[in-house]
Nanobody, 124 residues
């Protein structure tokens, strides 16, 4: 399995931007479809975005569409989540995840490996 390390979270004001990074270990990063999820206190982990192995296809939750952008650099074994126009309701712990399944997945249960999470807090 691939090992994942999330980073880039922080405390920002509403309207600001953050870029999260997820660094993967191993030589097979490009074979994994990647996803970003988030979990707010007292809530279930929810899908945010996903990206295909080549990066040519991306998918977003309706709540972040138009504000967040997922991308990957297979040469650097890294996937990114650019978050713009942040809102207080975006506050959560953000996790990247990897899946070896045949298609991009939006369900947390379909992912094989997870990062440790990075806290994003957006103040109003």
């Amino acid at each position: 399995q691939v090992q994942l390390v999330d980073s880039g979270g922080g405390l920002v004001q509403a309207g600001a931007s953050l870029r999260l990074s997820c660094a993967a270990s191993g030589q097979t990063f490009s074979t994994y479809r990647m996803g970003w999820f988030r979990q707010a206190p007292g809530k279930e982990r929810e899908f945010v975005a996903a990206i295909s192995r080549s990066g040519s296809n991306t998918y977003y939750a309706d709540s972040v569409k138009g504000r967040f952008t997922v991308s990957r650099d297979n040469a650097k074994n890294t996937v990114y989540l650019q978050m713009n126009s942040l809102k207080p309701e975006d506050t959560a712990v953000y996790y990247c995840a990897a899946t070896s399944r045949a298609v991009v997945q939006t369900s947390p249960g379909k992912y094989d490996s997870w990062g440790q999470g990075t806290q994003v807090t957006v103040s109003s």
